[in-house]
C-alpha cells in the first residue's frame, strides 16, 4: 500500500507565496519521479513541474521563474516553493509519483488526495 500526503495549500493574495509538501508513504523500494499537477475548474489537469531521478527538473511555462521543486530523498518527499501567485494559479494541486513498490517489478503512478491553492484578494 502507497499513500500521498499533501499539505500546504491555503488562501493567499496575489503576489504571495506558498509551499506545498507531498510525502509518500509505504512500501516503496524506489522512486523514479515525483511532481505536481494542478486543475482549475473547467480545465484539464496540467503538470506543474516535475522532477525526475536522473533527467532533471522541467516546469510549465507559465510557472518557470516563479516555482520551485524540490525533493528529499531521504524522506520520500517533494515541495513546490510557488512565489508571486496569480490568480490564474488558483487550482486544486495534486503530486504525483512515479515509483515501486517492494512487491512489484514496474514503476507505476500514484496520485495525492489534493489540495486547494486560491490566489485572491
Known amino acids: 500500500q502507497v499513500q500521498l500526503v499533501e499539505s500546504g495549500g491555503g488562501l493567499v493574495q496575489p503576489g504571495g507565496s506558498l509551499r506545498l509538501s507531498c510525502a509518500a508513504y509505504?512500501?516503496?523500494?524506489?522512486?523514479?519521479?515525483m511532481g505536481w499537477y494542478r486543475q482549475a475548474p473547467g480545465k484539464q489537469r496540467e503538470l506543474v513541474a516535475a522532477?525526475?531521478?536522473?533527467?532533471?527538473?522541467n516546469y510549465a511555462d507559465s510557472v518557470k521563474d516563479r516555482f520551485t521543486i524540490s525533493r528529499d530523498n531521504a524522506k520520500n518527499t517533494v515541495y513546490l516553493q510557488m512565489n508571486s501567485l496569480k490568480p490564474e494559479d488558483t487550482a486544486v494541486y495534486y503530486c504525483n509519483a512515479e515509483l515501486k513498490r517492494w512487491s512489484t517489478d514496474r514503476y507505476t503512478h500514484y496520485w495525492g488526495q489534493g489540495t486547494q491553492v486560491t490566489v485572491s484578494s
Open positions: 522532477q525526475t531521478s536522473g533527467t532533471g527538473t
Open positions: 509505504g512500501s516503496i523500494f524506489s522512486i523514479n519521479a
